[in-house]
């Protein structure tokens, strides 16, 4: 176990966790929402600190980061536990397992014990230019990714988180200074946060501004649900949303598969996609992808001036890039030299 970074303490032996929007006031001996933050004798402590469930070597752009080190491979790690409960969770093994955590407190939470030294020499020895703290919910195991995010920035190594987003102010404070990118799911409209996540929006969206407003690079991605989240008016909502915080965030429009307690829905059409992206196009965003299915184009980066292909890409791998770079990390393209946003 490791003390918890971020709580307070409150009458009759209560915290109050401060990690996401949340803020959970967890009585002594019971646990947060997300499972795996526990107070005992009024100390809030993480279970699950060090205890990896998963470990990958993945292409960045898997995370989704199309703008950040393209080509490069990142270490990707993971504990159980999550703050959301979405019916569509992709990853629900490791978000919700096992599926009674949060109310069975006898339960212990498991997962292979690694240190800080351990996860960055990893990524060292395997030529990964950066850790990813991604598949479940990076910020219920805020421990131990600050913890390897401080030592992996010691080491030259770049962080990278992949979140829902659903942090308070001062935890993303905490984490903006060791923190290089961030893909945050912006998954739809208030109503959807309270129907299929048990969330609200509004948190999500004060992320994306602090983060981007505090030198993270971001992109954001939505999944696109049919008959929830598919609306040319919501998707018109996110991408105006976007495009107020930095018309430079790149949005990845995704292809939703029936999984978890979603199974009844179809998969995404690739015409609903396309309006997608479109719409995003019109809202002024000058980056938008497309992804789990393939169309032509639609996950390249292209020019927003003379509207050159600059990165190719075949799913997760870049297939050509003629992107010219500086030694100051920008990039430009070669036809009309205008300057390509991202960390190249």
């Known amino acids: 176990m490791k003390e918890a970074y971020l709580y307070n303490n409150l009458p009759d032996g209560r915290v109050e966790c401060l990690l996401c929007a949340h803020r959970c006031v967890i009585a002594q001996g019971r646990r947060g929402l997300c499972g795996v933050r526990e107070n005992r004798q009024s100390t809030l402590y993480s279970l699950v600190y060090g205890k990896l469930a998963t470990a990958h070597i993945d292409p960045i752009e898997k995370k989704p980061l199309y703008h950040f080190h393209p080509a490069s491979s990142t270490l990707s790690i993971a504990t159980v536990g999550c703050n959301f409960r979405c019916l569509h969770c992709q990853n629900s093994d490791l978000s919700q397992y096992p599926s009674s955590f949060r109310e069975d407190f006898t339960i212990i939470v498991t997962g292979k014990y690694s240190s800080p030294q351990d996860v960055v020499g990893a990524a060292l020895s395997t030529g990964c230019k950066s850790i990813s703290y991604t598949y479940s919910e990076p910020t219920i195991f805020f421990e131990f990714a600050l913890d390897c995010a401080k030592l992996a920035r010691e080491k030259g190594l770049k962080n990278v988180f992949v979140s829902n987003g659903f942090m308070t102010p001062e935890s993303a404070q905490t984490l903006i200074p060791h923190l290089d990118a961030n ?27 602090q983060m981007a407003e505090g030198g993270v690079w971001v992109e954001v991605t939505t999944l696109v649900i049919p008959g929830h989240n598919d609306s040319e008016s919501v998707l018109k909502s996110i991408a105006e949303f976007i495009a107020s915080v930095s018309s430079s965030i790149p949005w990845h429009v995704t292809r939703f598969h029936p999984t978890y307690k979603m199974m009844d829905k179809p998969w995404t059409s690739a015409e609903t996609l396309a309006t997608a992206r479109q719409i995003g196009l019109d809202a002024g965003l000058r980056y938008v992808y497309q992804g789990n299915a393939y169309s032509e184009g639609a996950e390249d980066t292209w020019c927003p001036s003379c509207k050159t292909s600059l990165i190719k890409r075949q799913g997760f791998f870049v297939s050509e890039d003629i992107l010219l770079r500086a030694e100051d990390g920008t990039g430009r393209c070669p036809v009309c030299s205008t300057r390509i946003d991202g960390v190249w």
């Open 183 to 209: 893909n945050i799911d912006l998954k739809g409209n208030d109503e959807f946060y309270r129907k299929v996540c048990g969330g609200r929006v509004e948190p999500v969206k004060d992320t994306i501004r």
